[in-house]
């Protein structure tokens, strides 16, 4: 459990009143913004077991969620038929905090400002554990898959090229 006030994101709150444990890892970001991948080697992770949050939008304007692993693409035909949209695309940057409270390279699938449709790629369904951002740059959390799964309300679909 994560020990001290600068861990306590409100991913890490959500956590501990769903009763999920999780652990937190720490990594560099002194040398500006580090994308996934670098995260996960400064951190000591294997990269399989890092995803990424991914904000979308669909043609119904509506939003929705994907985490898939770091060195990964998004399929976004595949996002958009596991959504049921014609057409998804990732949201603008300049939108993120506006859409779900986090910043990027700190934007976890938890605690964002509404609840919003989300989904695992289902390459998380055989790890143990997964590692997504807490919610603020330089700090990711290791939490049960099915943790994860039941803290972000999320499905697990086959998201990735």
Do not use: W
């Not at 609840?115 to 790629?121: H, I, M, P, Q, S």
């Not at 143990?128 to 679909?157: D, F």
């Amino acid at each position: 459990m994560a020990q001290n006030r600068k861990h306590k994101t409100n991913a890490a709150r959500i956590m501990e009143a769903k009763g999920i444990p999780y652990e937190i890892h720490e990594y560099d970001v002194s040398g500006g913004f580090v994308d996934g991948l670098s995260a996960a080697r400064s951190a000591g992770i294997p990269e399989e077991k890092v995803f990424k949050t991914l904000v979308l939008q669909g043609a119904s304007r509506e939003y929705f969620v994907c985490a898939i692993p770091v060195g990964k693409e998004l399929d976004l035909k595949k996002a958009a038929r596991h959504f049921g949209e014609k057409k998804i695309e990732m949201i603008p940057m300049r939108d993120l905090t506006k859409v779900t409270g986090y910043i990027k390279g700190g934007c976890s699938p938890i605690g964002m400002k509404k609840k919003f449709r989300t989904a695992v790629d289902q390459s998380a369904e055989h790890l143990e554990t997964i590692v997504v951002s807490a919610g603020k740059v330089g700090i990711q959390m290791e939490v049960p898959t099915s943790g994860l799964l039941r803290a972000a309300e999320a499905s697990l679909a086959d998201l990735t090229d």
